[in-house]
């Protein structure tokens, strides 16, 4: 599948208009998780071998089926094509770090540089790729500075975000205080702060949205969080998020369980508005497994699990939390 280097200049000669409908047409089912992105990603790349974009476009659809290793194949070809093309660091960088949760620490060693160095890479060629800067944050914490990391460059990062965006500024430095510092107090008052600050988002940014929530249930602040979920659901009804992060709550927390059960279903029904980032149902059908294991309805829990394999018989904790009943 590997095609010899390529002079950029050439990526995109003779990318005619009908194969950038073709790519805006898989960006559009990418967006909504839509199962045949990963088709027609695989039929665009054949007949656009020589493009990045394809190819960042085919990275993108095997994440979202779960295909790792071939994802950062296609995400390396994207970048040997276009090494300029911050997108297409960017996604060597998510593919890369998918797969590196999969693998052993040995390998996990050898891979980190390369997940760095990539999204480095996406961050010099856009400074505005807030992703990027992110997921740098959580390397530069994590990793060892022999490796090339620091606190002080995942604050020089964190103050950039905040530039750019100032609720997901806050929400860096919470996770900086609460990794690196280990200072929960100084942590909640970044949450408080992001908190504040977020009737500016835009309606259209979910992520910085989700990320607010889940920093509240990770700090086990679990009552702002189901009021912030529920104000959130009652000012967008048909975006799916809030409506599946009340249930992570309820299953995370043990609390608000019938509003938990009910998000989850909603969710699940249909109809609303996901994202790209929006969890598959086999995450869905888990959490609302786990809710209804905790209200003592074993025989409903069971069929959750159940079907949350069938979807995906590789979801691990469906199979841990099925074992356990």
């Known amino acids: 599948m590997r095609l010899a280097p390529l002079a950029i200049a050439l990526c995109f000669a003779g990318f005619s208009a009908a194969a950038f409908a073709n790519a805006a047409d898989i960006e559009s089912l990418l967006k909504v998780r839509d199962p045949g992105a990963l088709a027609k990603a695989q039929a665009f790349v054949e007949t656009n071998e020589a493009n990045a974009r394809a190819w960042v476009l085919l990275a993108r659809a095997q994440l979202q089926k779960g295909e790792a290793d071939e994802a950062v194949e296609s995400a390396e070809q994207a970048v040997e094509l276009a090494p ?45 790729l807030l992703d990027a800067r992110s997921a740098l944050i959580g390397f530069y914490l994590q990793a060892p500075r022999a490796m090339g990391g620091g606190v002080e460059k995942a604050q020089a990062q964190q103050r950039e975000v905040a530039k750019r965006n100032p609720v997901r500024g806050h929400l860096e430095e919470a996770a900086i205080q609460r990794v690196h510092f280990e200072d929960n107090a100084a942590a909640m008052r970044a949450i408080d702060a992001a908190m504040a600050a977020a009737p500016a988002l835009p309606a259209e940014d979910i992520d910085t949205r989700v990320s607010l929530g889940r920093n ?3 700090l086990e602040r679990y009552a702002d969080a189901r009021t912030y979920y529920l104000a959130w659901a009652a000012a967008q009804p048909r975006q799916a998020a809030p409506h599946y992060q009340l249930g992570r709550l309820a299953a995370i927390s043990g609390q608000f369980l019938d509003e938990g059960s009910a998000g989850l279903k909603r969710y699940l029904d249909g109809g609303l508005a996901r994202g790209e980032n929006d969890p598959d149902d086999t995450i869905a059908w888990w959490r609302l497994g786990q809710i209804q294991a905790k209200q003592g309805d074993k025989a409903t829990a069971r069929t959750s699990f159940q079907t949350a394999l069938r979807l995906d018989p590789r979801n691990a904790e469906a199979k841990k939390d099925l074992e356990a009943l």
Do not use: C, H, T, Y
């Not at 660091?89 to 060693?109: E, P």
């Open 216 to 218: 509240l249930v990770g």
């Open 84 to 128: 300029n093309d911050a997108q297409a660091q960017l996604w060597l960088g998510n593919s890369l770090g998918v797969r590196i949760g999969q693998v052993n620490m040995l390998r996990k060693m050898g891979m980190a540089p390369d997940l760095r160095d990539a999204f480095e890479a996406a961050v010099r060629l856009d400074g505005n």
